[in-house]
């Protein structure tokens, strides 16, 4: 599981409030990831970081930031919580050689 | 338990009996596949993967095919045991693009 962990691995907050998860990593791996899996839809991405500060959009990034300052730490913010985004999030890690990627534990997300 | 997929395909087999997992994948372009087995409430794992020079691989119970002719993927599982109830998903990409296409799953459950 490439060493990675997600933090917190259950919240609940309110409409509007902004959630902020973490992801850490300590395998150094340059790719890192937010996916969000919900029924009937399998994993989605989110955003995704190609190195330290380079962040992309993936094809669910509406209603969530990114930030990457530094090579283990990748987070997501949810700017202003809608009940939409109860999910559960997933953090993913891929190393630079490889084509493959490694999954953290998962933050269940619920937001009233 | 976590659902992941309410609507997801199932497959269910008898302790001991072999298993076989289907995942049609959607680009000819794609050079790179994976299979990933998620238990309730955890991330998905890594199981085996196989690039498209081989039409097939093996591991450790798990055996895992490729048509590319007809765009199809398999993962089969040997002597399967009550540890093995799982959603298993398939993944696709091309070498280098640094992204995975995820299929949808499917849930496999093992009788007693």
């Known amino acids: 599981d490439a060493g990675i962990t997600q933090s917190p691995r259950h919240k609940v907050t309110e409409t509007g409030t902004p959630v902020t998860l973490r992801c850490h990593q300590t395998e150094n791996h340059r790719y890192m990831y937010w996916y969000r899996q919900d029924p009937g839809h399998g994993l989605r991405l989110i955003h995704y970081?190609?190195?330290?500060?380079?962040?992309d959009k993936g094809e669910v990034s509406d209603g969530y930031s990114v930030s990457r300052s530094k090579t283990e730490d990748f987070l997501l913010t949810l700017e202003s919580a809608t009940s939409s985004q109860t999910s559960v999030y997933f953090c993913?890690?891929?190393?630079?050689?490889?084509?493959?990627?490694?999954f953290g534990p998962g933050t269940r997300l619920l937001v009233l | 338990g976590e659902s992941v997929g309410l609507h997801l395909p199932t497959l269910s087999v008898q302790e001991g009996d072999n298993s076989i997992i289907n995942c049609a994948y959607s680009?000819?372009?794609?050079?790179?596949f994976i299979w990933y087995k998620q238990e309730s409430g955890k991330g998905p794992q890594f199981i085996i993967d196989?690039?498209?020079?081989?039409d097939k691989r093996q591991g450790q119970r798990v055996t895992v095919l490729l048509n590319k002719t007809v765009k199809h993927l398999s993962l089969q599982i040997a002597a399967t045991q009550p540890g093995d109830s799982a959603v298993y998903f398939c993944a696709e990409t091309i070498q280098g693009a640094q992204k995975l296409v995820f299929g949808q799953g499917t849930r496999l459950t093992i009788n007693p």
């Open positions: 970081s190609y190195g330290v500060k380079d962040t």
């Open positions: 196989i690039r498209s020079n081989m």
């Open positions: 993913a890690t891929q190393a630079r050689s490889q084509e493959t990627q490694y």
């Open positions: 680009n000819s372009a794609s050079d790179y």
